[in-house]
T-cell receptor, first 115, second 109 residues
Framework: DAGVTQSPTHLIKTRGQHVTLRCSPISGHKSVSWYQQVLGQGPQFIFQYYEKEERGRGNFPDRFSARQFPNYSSELNVNALLLGDSALYLCASSSLGWTGDYEQYFGPGTRLTVT | DAKTTQPPSMDCAEGRAANLPCNHS???????VYWYRQIHSQGPQYIIHGLKNNETNEMASLIITEDRKSSTLILPHATLRDTAVYYCIVSLNNNDMRFGAGTRLTVKP
C-alpha cells in the first residue's frame, strides 16, 4: 500500500516568492497535518485538517495557509518567503481527526530552501 | 514548548535492550504518550502510544509509571538500524503534537 506522498521532494525559492507544497494521505485517511522541521530541531505543528475543515493551527504567521480537497489531499501555501522558512516540511495523515487514540503516518517531506 | 523532557543522547550496544526515558510531569488525565522516531532525513515513524497501561507491539514496549509523570520506551534487542532520534510526545490529539528535541540513540556494534 502507498504511504503518505509529498511533492516536490526538493524546492529552491528566493525571498518574497510564494510556494505550494502538496500531500496525498494514505488511502482511507481523512486527516492531514502539516509540520515544519528546521535543521537540528523537532517538527513543529502548523495545521491539521479533517474532512476538509481546519481543526488546529500552530503558532505560525498568516503567510502560512493550507487547504484540504474532497479527495483528502492537501496543499500548504507559504507567501512572502523568508530565509527562516527554509526547512523540511512534513505531512502526516491519520484515520481519525481529533481523538487521542491513534497514530500518524508521516511522508518523506519536502525540503524547501529559500535564498 | 514541548511538554516532555528527554536526555539529548544515549548509546546502546547492538543486541541489548535500549531503554529511553521521558519525563512528562505536567501530563493531564486524558493526554496520551506517543513515541516516534526519525532516521536521518526521513519523516518521523510512529512507534507506540499509550494512556495509562503499559503497551507492547512488534517494535517496542511502553512502560508508563502509575502517576503517569514519566515513561520509558524499550527496544528489546536494538540493532544498528534503530539508530535514530526518538521523540516522546504527550498530546490530547493531533491538534497539539509538540515535538521536542528528542533523544539521539546511537546503537553501537
Amino acid at each position: 500500500d502507498a504511504g503518505v506522498t509529498q511533492s516536490p521532494t526538493h524546492l529552491i525559492k528566493t525571498r518574497g516568492q510564494h510556494v505550494t507544497l502538496r500531500c496525498s494521505p494514505i488511502s482511507g485517511h481523512k486527516s492531514v497535518s502539516w509540520y515544519q522541521q528546521v535543521l537540528g530541531q523537532g517538527p513543529q505543528f502548523i495545521f491539521q485538517y479533517y474532512e476538509k475543515e481546519e481543526r488546529g493551527r500552530g503558532n505560525f504567521p498568516d503567510r502560512f495557509s493550507a487547504r484540504q480537497f474532497p479527495n483528502y489531499s492537501s496543499e500548504l501555501n507559504v507567501n512572502a518567503l523568508l530565509l527562516g522558512d527554509s526547512a523540511l516540511y512534513l505531512c502526516a495523515s491519520s484515520s481519525l481527526g481529533w481523538t487521542g487514540d491513534y497514530e500518524q503516518y508521516f511522508g518523506p517531506g519536502t525540503r524547501l530552501t529559500v535564498t | 514548548d514541548a511538554k516532555t523532557t528527554q536526555p539529548p543522547s544515549m548509546d546502546c550496544a547492538e543486541g541489548r535492550a535500549a531503554n529511553l526515558p521521558c519525563n512528562h510531569s505536567t501530563i493531564s488525565g486524558n493526554e496520551y504518550v506517543y513515541w516516534y522516531r526519525q532516521i536521518h532525513s526521513q519523516g518521523p515513524q510512529y512507534i507506540i502510544h499509550g494512556l495509562k497501561n503499559n503497551e507492547t507491539n512488534e517494535m517496542a514496549s511502553l512502560i508508563i509509571t502509575e502517576d503517569r509523570k514519566s515513561s520509558t520506551l524499550i527496544l528489546p534487542h536494538a540493532t544498528l538500524r534503530d539508530t535514530a532520534v526518538y521523540y516522546c510526545i504527550v498530546s490530547l490529539n493531533n491538534n497539539d503534537m509538540r515535538f521536542g528535541a528528542g533523544t539521539r540513540l546511537t546503537v553501537k556494534p
